[in-house]
């Protein structure tokens, strides 16, 4: 089983910047072997993709992150990460990362149903 945990959330002043770790852990784990996404939720509305990341760091983002958001991974601590710039009102809702094994490693995925572990989620509002 793999876990995910998320951290980082908060409030923050439109404009203002954040944060987002992921710790993904488990048991005889490879995390090199996952691909890894960023996914938010405000409510009400489906969860979407914002950013994901291949085994060997090639990016994908949606087209209203591009240039605002970096994804990135760092495969010796197991964790990725969400850098967010330039954060709106619009922004806000809760942010999950997830995980899927795959043995491709230029492959990003862009849908929930395609990756099978998920964590817990870290809220994240912007003010304005």
């Known amino acids: 089983q793999v876990q995910l945990v998320e951290s980082g959330g908060g409030l923050v002043q439109a404009g203002g910047s954040l944060r987002l770790s992921c710790a993904v852990s488990?048991?005889?784990?490879?995390?090199?072997?996952?691909?890894t996404g960023w996914f938010r939720q405000a409510p009400g509305k489906e969860r979407e993709l914002v950013a994901a990341?291949?085994?060997?760091?090639?990016?994908s983002y949606a087209d209203s992150m591009k240039g605002r958001f970096t994804i990135s991974r760092d495969n010796a601590k197991n964790t990725v990460y969400l850098q967010m710039n330039s954060l709106k009102p619009e922004d806000t809702a809760k942010y999950y990362c997830?995980?899927?094994?795959?043995?491709?490693?230029?492959?990003?995925?862009?849908?929930?149903?395609?990756?099978?572990?998920w964590g817990q989620g870290t809220q994240v509002t912007v003010s304005s």
């Open positions: 997830a995980a899927r094994f795959t043995g491709y490693s230029g492959t990003t995925y862009y849908k929930p149903n395609d990756y099978n572990y």
């Open positions: 488990g048991h005889t784990f490879t995390f090199s072997m996952y691909a």
């Open positions: 990341i291949s085994r060997n760091g090639i990016t």
